[in-house]
T-cell receptor, first 115, second 114 residues
Framework: GAVVSQHPSWVICKSGTSVKIECRSL??????MFWYRQFPKQSLMLMAT?????????EQGVEKDKFLINHASLTLSTLTVTSAHPEDSSFYIC???????????FGPGTRLTVT | AQTVTQSQPEMSVQEAETVTLSCTYD???????LFWYKQPPSRQMILVIR??????QNATENRFSVNFQKAAKSFSLKISDSQLGDTAMYFC???????????FGQGTRLTINP
């Protein structure tokens, strides 16, 4: 099956710094990637959708200047949390789908802790 | 707007028992897909089963089967002969044909007790 990786799996950063999370499709071309945020014991909240080579489409209420998404190739999307604050601490999950694929394939997630 | 509702926040059964997780959805679309995803303690999302709305036959994957009632907009998941490894959060999700975004339910936390 299609495999999606995320790096890092866990990151701690200081308040005010930026952190980048990578999402890679390992064995298929990801024409569309999604970034989700998940709080403990809650469902996944879609943050943005990115199509390769295009600007990401952000969901209502998500600050696009804070959560920078780049999808420059068919195998890589990045999420950069700029000027991180403790309230940005969360579990971030990416998923990807491609031409002819119906399902989204999920990465293992990244736990971000901002101190 | 499409919504997905999982009315059971938590469930607990004994190993080897059968358990049914409920899911209802609301849409005016006629062509769509429904999914059940499993999120174990590792937090990796895993697709359990998929149902195309145009198919009348209920999908089955080994011990997992669904009861899809299109008119009632209901999509329940039945787990037979439950195993300890089935302990996880289960999310019901909806996708309109041709669209990109999945709509998730709130999730049901299932615990299988030895």
């Amino acid at each position: 099956g299609a495999v999606v990786s995320q790096h890092p799996s866990w990151v701690i950063c200081k308040s005010g710094t930026s952190v980048k999370i990578e999402c890679r499709s390992l064995d298929f071309q990801a024409t569309t990637m999604f970034w989700y945020r998940q709080f403990p014991k809650q469902s996944l909240m879609l943050m943005a959708t990115s199509n390769e080579g295009s600007k990401a489409t952000y969901e209502q209420g998500v600050e696009k200047d804070k959560f920078l998404i780049n999808h420059a190739s068919l195998t890589l999307s990045t999420l950069t949390v700029t000027s991180a604050h403790p309230e940005d601490s969360s579990f971030y999950i990416c998923s990807a789908t491609g031409q002819g694929l119906l399902e989204q394939y999920f990465g293992p997630g990244t736990r971000l802790t901002v101190t | 707007a499409q919504t997905v509702t999982q009315s059971q926040p938590e469930m607990s059964v004994q190993e080897a028992e059968t358990v049914t997780l409920s899911c209802t959805y609301d849409t005016s679309e006629s062509n769509y897909y429904l999914f059940w995803y499993k999120q174990p303690p590792s937090r990796q999302m895993i697709l359990v089963i998929r149902q195309e709305a145009y198919k009348q036959q209920n999908a089955t994957e080994n011990r997992f089967s669904v009861n899809f009632q299109k008119a009632a907009k209901s999509f329940s998941l039945k787990i037979s002969d439950s195993q300890l490894g089935d302990t996880a959060m289960y999310f019901c999700a909806f996708l309109i044909q041709g669209a990109q975004k999945l709509v998730f339910g709130q999730g049901t936390r299932l615990t299988i007790n030895p």
